[in-house]
């Protein structure tokens, strides 16, 4: 039995109807509908990630936040599979009492999807030592935007059966596929979790590059390790000037000795766990958000284009900081007037050797960060294969229209 | 000079004029096409198939590769890439069309150790390439058994594992990047360096696809850092239950082990009785080859947890390796396990499935009365922490009987894999082998869904064609459901 409930209270846009599905068989045959009446849909969760990603142009919205629950969870095998709209606190909350853990914690709050999470590719600081969405899903089951049902993967922690659909729909932003169920690895939670945090005084490109140097050479990676600007060090509460932030696990020995090694940087002092959930939560409502990258070696070099990006706004209220083992920083700019604007566009379409992905933008903003890629044209026959009519999010990827 | 015969359709596009085409691209003496050349090529690692390309082409270089493709491309010929031929699979078997031999690309192009990549050409060998950055305290991780032999370009085909993935991760895990030819010739990027990927992720896509979406020209892997320290300890128990209820009781603590391997009694006997004896105590069902590496601080109180609880589950001893030559020692045993097992008997099928880690007790116990009812001898050496399965028959291929006994045990314990909600391979591949079993798990639709993904990379389905999908579910593809039932 399926139901397709109209609610109306929470569109996105004040025009648009919201269907609201609770069944796989409810999802195909609203895709399908929409199919042969060639109407276009957004594809959401709960609606975090709404603002994300470039804009979509579409007749309506289709929510899958019904389509929640914990489908099969056996704590031996730490994997879990859940329908697409379970929030991701409803997974910490699920395997909590059991000592464990879906180490993902994407930018926004546990009130996320799983669907979106994994549909968005979205990671978090924990990206440092447990991956990106990509390396814990283990399967997913999906609709295609032709309405055929289908899965990748499957339940089990290694799988080469068949062609990796499951990586391809991940991170493919519902332009393939609505993800309907989804299968993650698990971990179990270390008998130590601890945070510390390092003020640095030098030159935020040295302390970024010195901060990366020194965890090539420790012989573990701690679970997160970011480097934040004074402003974001500010809001959380951790201190002043630019602060590395750490996290770190294990068993008790390892963590104190892991401690240890970070006094190399500088004072290291203890904070709160409290810290995560804030950095997270960080980004102010309608605030433009990018993400800039090359290679690790390379971190000084980024933290300087960030920094450039960062001064076209004001650069005492945007907040930076940097994954050095990833080379990744983000800048999360409050939205500024019109002047800014020019300002900030002229800066994200200057030409550099950075890689430049916008997480949120003002829609004015997207064609500055969008780049052709070598494998556009592949990408495209991929997604008139699986979405031929191209109702899915159209606009979210591809070519710039 | 006579052609090998072919059923094959395509066998009337392989001819002497082909073979001309082609020796005028790599040499005359890279190209093959007497029967009697072709014989080394009918078998990859997997006994059970024999089928002999038309033709076996070795290209010494990237250039000679796109030629190649092009001159295939331009014919419509069929063909399959081939690394080391180490697969168990049948996935590299060509039969009756062009076989393309990659295992000339050996160079590894750059080492950025700064930054922990590397990019190399597809025929470059696993171990090989750990060597060639063990100065810089590094290596790749991914790491087969086979891995002295089999190619970085097969493992990014055949999405690979090994014994140390547990902690590391599998070959896609490690993939940042790949240069693709596709069977149309055309040459395409996927992925960056950076890992930072902006669109689909089709390195992900391309790595497991098994030969069919064409031909990686050089592959950007991931490097990891050697460990600080590594202790390797055997646990031998008197029931696989007891050490399978170990396994779990480890993974549960959160240390995660960089290997959790078990042997069985069978195998441990084989081992033991051949040169590559590692010490194993014989009479025990079960043992345990557990290893775990990393930073100093902290490592003893990890093998200290892991020692108590194999005590606590029925260990019988625990030894842990006093030194890197007792370590290699222990390791051996495991490594040579299926050299060991070939001693016994002429011949020998080594499987691969997985099940979810709780269902092993009741798999293995499944496994055990399989063979006793269909009269085979079953040994089983395995990924036990993350539930890979590798059970192994050793058998007579020349008795028709056993041969047809050995079979359908194989498919009974697929049977049984399958329905404790585990699937038909864990990193040995589809294949030919394995083809038969896909509608065991996937549903029609998943299967067709699959096919239209392999035609965007390949429409005309040239490359290593009838192979991981089921010829019946590439069906014309229509996007739209089989079925749509009715809805209230």
């Known amino acids: 039995m399926s139901r397709v409930a109209h609610v109306a209270d929470s569109a996105p846009d004040d025009d648009m109807t919201v269907a609201a599905v609770d069944s796989v068989a409810a999802v195909r045959d609203a895709v399908l509908d929409a199919s042969h009446a060639r109407r276009t849909l957004r594809i959401a969760g709960r609606g975090a990630w709404l603002d994300a990603g470039r804009p979509v142009q579409a007749s309506e919205t289709l929510s899958v936040r019904e389509l929640s629950g914990i489908t099969e969870y056996v704590p031996g ?4 599979t859940a329908f697409a709209g379970t929030t991701l606190g409803e997974i910490r909350a699920a395997t909590a009492p059991h000592g464990q853990w879906l180490a993902l914690d994407p930018f926004g709050d546990d009130d996320g999807t799983l669907g979106a999470t994994v549909s968005t590719g979205s990671a978090g600081p924990l990206v440092t030592s447990f991956g990106r969405p990509r390396d814990l899903v283990l399967g997913v089951e999906f609709v295609t935007g032709a309405g055929v049902v289908a899965r990748g993967g499957g339940r089990v922690v290694k799988n080469v059966a068949g062609f990796d659909l499951t990586r391809l729909l991940t991170g493919s932003w519902g332009t393939l596929g ?4 989804v299968t993650v690895r698990l971990h179990a939670r270390p008998e130590a979790d601890q945070s510390i945090a390092i003020s640095l005084d030098e030159r935020p490109t040295a302390a970024a590059e010195r901060t990366r140097q020194l965890l090539r050479r420790l012989p573990f990676a701690p679970y997160v390790c970011e480097v934040a600007n004074d402003a974001l060090a500010r809001h959380l509460a951790v201190g002043t000037g630019l602060t590395v932030l750490v996290r770190l696990g294990g068993n008790r020995e390892s963590v104190l000795a892991q401690r240890a090694a970070f006094n190399e940087l500088g004072d290291v002092r203890d904070i709160d766990q409290n810290v995560w959930p804030a950095l ?12 800039l990258s090359r290679l690790p070696s390379e971190i000084g070099l980024t933290w300087s284009d960030a920094q450039s990006i960062v001064e076209t706004i004001s ?10 083992s990833r080379g990744v920083v983000r800048c999360i700019l409050p939205r500024g007037n019109a002047v800014s604007r020019t300002h900030l566009a002229e800066a994200l379409g200057a030409p550099t050797t950075v890689t430049r992905v916008g997480e949120r933008l003002e829609n004015a903003l997207w064609s500055f960060v969008t780049r052709p890629s070598p494998s556009d044209e592949l990408a495209a026959r991929v997604r008139a294969t699986f979405d031929p009519h191209a109702i899915l999010n159209p606009g979210l990827l591809g070519a710039v229209s | 000079m006579a052609s090998v015969a072919s059923s094959s359709p395509s066998s009337g596009l392989i001819d002497q004029a082909l073979a001309d085409r082609l020796a005028e691209i790599v040499g005359a003496k890279r190209v093959l096409f007497r029967r009697s050349e072709l014989l080394t090529y009918t078998a990859d690692a997997l006994p059970s198939y024999n089928k002999a390309p038309a033709l076996a082409v070795f290209p010494g270089s990237r250039d000679e590769v796109v030629s190649v493709v092009r001159e295939l491309a331009t014919r419509g010929v069929p063909f399959v890439p081939r690394g080391a031929g180490t697969g168990l699979s049948g996935g590299a078997l060509a039969d009756g069309v062009v076989l393309i031999g990659l295992n000339r690309l050996t160079r590894i192009l750059s080492v950025d150790a700064e930054n922990g990549m590397a990019v190399v050409e597809p025929g470059v060998v696993n171990v090989a390439l750990s060597r060639a950055v063990a100065a810089h305290g590094l290596h ?6 086979s891995q002295a032999a089999c190619t970085i370009g097969g493992n990014v085909a055949e999405n ?11 070959t896609t895990n490690h993939i940042l990047a790949l240069t693709v030819l ?6 395409v990027k996927l992925g960056n360096q950076s890992g930072e990927v902006d669109g689909y992720d089709l390195v992900g896509a391309f790595v497991g696809s098994e030969g069919c979406f064409g031909i990686a020209l050089d592959i950007t892997v991931r490097l990891s850092r050697n460990p600080e320290a590594i202790r390797t300890l055997l646990a031998d128990f008197m029931s696989l239950d007891a050490a399978a209820q170990a396994v779990s009781a480890i993974v549960a603590t959160g240390i995660v082990p960089a290997a959790l391997e078990m042997i069985d009694q069978a195998t441990i006997r084989a081992v033991e009785a051949s040169i590559y004896a590692a010490g194993y105590p014989t009479d025990a069902a079960a043992a345990l080859l557990i290893e775990v590496d990393g930073a100093i601080a902290g490592l003893e109180a990890d093998v200290a947890t892991i020692e108590q609880l194999c005590r606590t589950h029925g260990a019988r001893t625990v030894r842990i390796a006093r030194d890197e030559v007792e370590r290699v020692r222990l390791w051996q045993g495991r490594k040579k396990a299926f050299g060991a097992m070939g001693r016994i008997s002429s011949h020998l099928v080594v499987q691969d499935a997985v099940v979810p880690r709780t269902k092993l007790p009741a798999v293995l116990a499944e496994m055990h009365r399989i063979g006793k009812e269909r009269r085979v001898n079953i040994c089983n050496v395995f990924h036990a922490g993350d539930g890979n399965l590798h059970p192994n028959i050793t058998y007579n291929a020349a008795d ?6 050995v079979h359908e045990a194989m498919q009974e314990i697929m049977s049984v894999c399958v329905k404790a909600g585990g699937t038909i391979t864990g990193e040995h591949g589809v294949g030919l082998d394995k083809v038969g079993y896909m509608d065991m798990i996937f549903s029609p639709d998943s299967l067709a869904t699959m096919c239209a993904l392999r035609q965007v990379f390949d429409p005309d389905r040239r490359s290593n064609p009838g192979k991981v999908v089921p010829m019946h579910s590439c069906r014309e593809w229509h996007m739209s459901p089989t079925a749509r039932p009715t809805t209230t």
């Open chain 1, 280 to 291: 997270r939560g960080c980004e102010p409502a309608g605030a433009n958000v990018v993400r």
């Open chain 1, 178 to 181: 609505v993800i309907t169920e």
């Open chain 2, 400 to 405: 028709a009987d056993e041969t047809h006994r």
């Open chain 2, 182 to 187: 596709l069977p149309s010739g055309e040459i």
């Open chain 2, 140 to 145: 790749y991780a991914p790491d087969p058994s």
């Open chain 1, 315 to 324: 650069s005492g209220t945007a907040f930076m900081h940097a994954t050095p």
């Open chain 2, 160 to 170: 690979a594992g090994g014994p140390h993935c547990l902690k590391y991760g599998v």
């Open chain 1, 77 to 80: 095998d730490l994997t879990l």
